[in-house]
C-alpha cells in the first residue's frame, strides 16, 4: 500500500510535517482525523491486487523491424471496481530507444466480475526470444488518495526472427532460373542430368550427345539438350565464432550471412533443390535437415532467429567432419565465414581438399565498406595512412581469395547488401555450368 500523491499535497496543505508523510499506516496515522478517514477509505474501496486474474495472448513471432502486439485480459473476481495503472515489463531490446514508458503502460478500469484487454506493442532491436518480465499493477480507490500495489508473472515468448531484407533480389532471381531451367537450351553432360529435348546438331555440338536412333529416323543428325538436374543437395555452414562477431555498419556480419543464405535457400528450393543449415563454432549452434521445400525456408528463418555469434575460435577440423557427416551425398557446401588472412590460412586451407573432394564448395564473406571508402581517402596526411591502410587489407583479402580458388573454391566477397544477390548469381552460375 502507499500513499499517492494526491495524499501528500492534501497532507502538504494542512501543515502535516514532511517527515510523517511516509508511505504506510505511520504516515496515515499521523494525518488529520477527516484525511486519514478518507485515506482508509480509499484503500478499503481499491480493488485488491493479488486476487486478479491475468491471460497472454497474441504474437509469438515477429519479422526484425516490425511490431508484434501482445494482449493482456485483466480479470477482475472482486466486488469492488478496478481503477489502475499497469506496467508490462520486457527486455530493453523489445523497444526502440526512448519508447519503453509510452509503450509498456496503461490505465484499466475493470468493473466488479468483469475483464479487460490491454495490449502492448512491441517494436523488437534484436533477433532472439523475447520473454516477458513480471506486470506490476497499482490499483487505486475512488479518490486516488491511496493505492494498492502488486505484482504477476505472466509468461509470454516472442521470437524475433531475422527480417530477409533480401526477399526483394527474389523474383529477379527466380526469372534468370526459369530462363536456365527450361526456357532456353543448356548443354550439359554428366551423369544424373536431366533430358530435355532434341534439336539439330550444329558444328561444335560435343559428338556424345548424338541421339543415332533419332538421327536414324529423319534425314538431320539430331543432338540431345539436357537441363541441370534438380534434387542436388545444398548444404549451407553458418560460421558463428568470433569472426561473425565483427561489426559492418549497424550489424554484425553474421546478420549479413544469414540473410544471404535465406536468399539461397528460397532460390534453391524453388529449383526443386534439398537445402540443410549448419551454424557451427566450436560446436554445433543450429541444424536444419530433412525438411521440404514449402518447410525449409520457415524452418531456417526459425533456427537463425536465436543465433548469435559466439566469442571463440571456430574449430575447422570439427566444422569440416561435421558438414562431412551432414551432407554424405556429393552436395554444394556453402561456407558464410571469412577471409581474414590468419583464420583461412590457419583453420580453412588445412581442411579444405577434404571439402572439395567430395563437394563442390563456394565460400562468401562479408566485405567491409568502409574499408573501401578508406582507400580512396585523400587530403591530409592521416587520411594518406588511412588509404596506405586498406589497400594493404584488401591486397591480403584478395590474395586469400586466390589461395582458395587455387583449390577450386568459388569466392564470393561482397558488402553486406551486396552479398545476398551476388551469392544468388555464383549459385546460378555454378547450376548452368553443370557443375552441381
Wanted: with cysteine; proline share 6%; glycine share 6%.
Amino acid at each position: 500500500m502507499a500513499l499517492t500523491g494526491r495524499a501528500a499535497l492534501l497532507a502538504a496543505l494542512g501543515s502535516i510535517p514532511a517527515g510523517l508523510l511516509e508511505p504506510g499506516w505511520t504516515g496515515l496515522l499521523a494525518v488529520n482525523g477527516p484525511l486519514a478517514l478518507a485515506c482508509a477509505c480509499d484503500y478499503a474501496l481499491a480493488a485488491p491486487v493479488r486476487r486478479l486474474l491475468l491471460t497472454r495472448s497474441g504474437d509469438t513471432s515477429v519479422r526484425l523491424g516490425d511490431t508484434a502486439d501482445v494482449t493482456l485480459t485483466i480479470t477482475n473476481p472482486s466486488r469492488r471496481p478496478l481503477r489502475a495503472q499497469l506496467r508490462d515489463a520486457w527486455p530493453p531490446s523489445s523497444w526502440r530507444t526512448g519508447t519503453e514508458i509510452e509503450a509498456s503502460r496503461h490505465r484499466v478500469t475493470v468493473p466488479p466480475g468483469e475483464r479487460r484487454r490491454a495490449t502492448t506493442r512491441l517494436r523488437p532491436t534484436r533477433r532472439g526470444d523475447h520473454q516477458a518480465d513480471r506486470v506490476t499493477i497499482r490499483s487505486y480507490g475512488p479518490l486516488g488518495l491511496f493505492a494498492r500495489q502488486g505484482a504477476h508473472r505472466v509468461p509470454w515468448t516472442v521470437r524475433v526472427l531475422p527480417p530477409f531484407t533480401s526477399r526483394k533480389h527474389l523474383p529477379s532471381k527466380l526469372a534468370r532460373l526459369r530462363e536456365l531451367d527450361g526456357r532456353t537450351s543448356v548443354l550439359t553432360r554428366g551423369e544424373g542430368t536431366e533430358f530435355d529435348s532434341l534439336r539439330d546438331y550444329v558444328p561444335g555440338d560435343d559428338t556424345r550427345s548424338i541421339d543415332w536412333r533419332a538421327t536414324a529416323r529423319q534425314s538431320a543428325v539430331a543432338v540431345r539438350t539436357w537441363r541441370p538436374e534438380r534434387d542436388r543437395h545444398i548444404l549451407l555452414v553458418l560460421d558463428t565464432g568470433r569472426t561473425s562477431a565483427g561489426r559492418v555498419g549497424d550489424a554484425p556480419r553474421l546478420d549479413a550471412s544469414m540473410d544471404a543464405a535465406l536468399l539461397l535457400a528460397a532460390l534453391a528450393s524453388r529449383a526443386g533443390d534439398r537445402v540443410a543449415l549448419l551454424a557451427y563454432d566450436r560446436r554445433v549452434r543450429a541444424l536444419v535437415q530433412g525438411r521440404s521445400a514449402r518447410d525449409v525456408l520457415p524452418s531456417l528463418v526459425n533456427a537463425m532467429a536465436a543465433l548469435e555469434p559466439e566469442l571463440v575460435e571456430t574449430d575447422a577440423r570439427g566444422l569440416s567432419a561435421t558438414a562431412l557427416r551432414t551432407a554424405p551425398r556429393r552436395s554444394l557446401i556453402v561456407l558464410l565465414t571469412t577471409l581474414d588472412a590468419a583464420p583461412v590460412e590457419q583453420g580453412l586451407l588445412p581442411v579444405l581438399p577434404q571439402l572439395t573432394q567430395r563437394h563442390t564448395v563456394l565460400i562468401a564473406s562479408v566485405a567491409d565498406p568502409h574499408i573501401a571508402r578508406m582507400a580512396e581517402a585523400r587530403g591530409d596526411a592521416g587520411a594518406v595512412y588511412e588509404a596506405a591502410a586498406a589497400a594493404q587489407a584488401q591486397n591480403e583479402r584478395r590474395r586469400t581469395a586466390e589461395q582458395l580458388r587455387r583449390h577450386g573454391v568459388t569466392v564470393v566477397d561482397a558488402a553486406p547488401e551486396d552479398l545476398a544477390p551476388a551469392l544468388a548469381d555464383a549459385y546460378l552460375t555454378l547450376k548452368a555450368a553443370g557443375r552441381l
